[in-house]
């Protein structure tokens, strides 16, 4: 099971980080109006000034949002790691009085590793523009297993 303690710190972490940025963002955008406003729509030292730390303040803001949005990314593979191991190797817990079926038979854990690595060539493959389909067996270090049909093709 997942530990989720260190993803809850973290996720505080970019949630202060983005609300920070957000309220420093919008102090900015008040300063911006208070310049113009004082200015009377003039151009000045002080509204050119508080342009400029309104677009900083803007770029930090995008900054955090970036690195929130990566985050949650990140998180969201993990969990469908986690529920992809527990879902290929049965140890999916069902709710109380429920039994826990996929109809799917369950894998070995390290079959399911050798999948996921042939997967990762696979990727890499296809990025390097490679032709995935011709050469994809080459690159696996895993041996095949006689016990799954698809492996005793090879």
Known sequence: MLNTAPCRCLMDNHVDSLNNAYEEFVAAAANVLEAKESSEG?????????????KQRWELFRVACDQAEEFVE????IIG?????????????????????????????????????????LVIELQHGGTAGCSSHSHSSAPFDARFSEDAAQ
């Not at 191991?85 to 399911?112: C, F, H, M």
Request: aromatic share 4%.
């Open 42 to 54: 003039q151009k000045t030292a002080a509204t050119d000034a508080a342009l400029e730390n309104f």
């Open 74 to 77: 990140s998180v969201k593979q």
């Open 81 to 121: 790691s986690e529920c992809l191991v527990d879902e290929a190797t049965g140890s999916v817990a069902g709710k109380p009085g429920q039994a826990a079926t996929s109809g799917l038979p369950p894998i070995s854990a390290v079959r399911l590793e050798q999948m996921s690595k042939a997967v990762r060539w």
